[in-house]
């Protein structure tokens, strides 16, 4: 348990960083184009994923402790019995989680930057706590699907 807090610590501390130095060396609003179809822009974001439900902080702090507490009890319970897969997965969400969980404690806000674009579509801006959430939660889907399929073969 000691290698995987050591892990979500560190990912914290990366997440927690890059957005210092967006705070730090830009003002909101602010795009700094880096590719055509990539650039950083310095978002205030008080809702969820894709800026919905803005000024909503205080609601997504409780949901955010709330669902952190449940995925750590749930990982405790059953750490033994994870795939390095699963391990990882939580490890991630619990990251994402924390690290969006720091902004929204100590700022009243989540800084998002990455922002995606083709053909003058816009992907919603995002940052790595975002994409740790992202892709943990991808990672866990995958997990629990291939346990359905071992389960219902085993049948």
Known sequence: MKKQFSIILAIVFVDQVVKYLVRSLMFVGQTN????????????????????FQGS?????IFTVLVLAAFVFWYSRNRAAMTAWLNWAVI??????????????????VVDFFEFHWAGHYFPAFNVADSCI????????????KMEKHVSNAV
């Open 57 to 61: 902080n205080l609601i997504f702090t």
């Open 92 to 109: 991630l969400i619990i990251s994402g989680a924390l690290g969006n969980l720091v902004d929204r404690l100590l700022l009243g806000h």
């Open 33 to 52: 184009v880096i590719l055509p179809f990539f650039q950083i822009t310095y978002i205030i974001n008080t809702g969820v994923a894709f800026g919905m």
């Open 134 to 145: 992202t892709v943990g939660g991808a990672m866990l889907l995958i997990a629990f699907v």
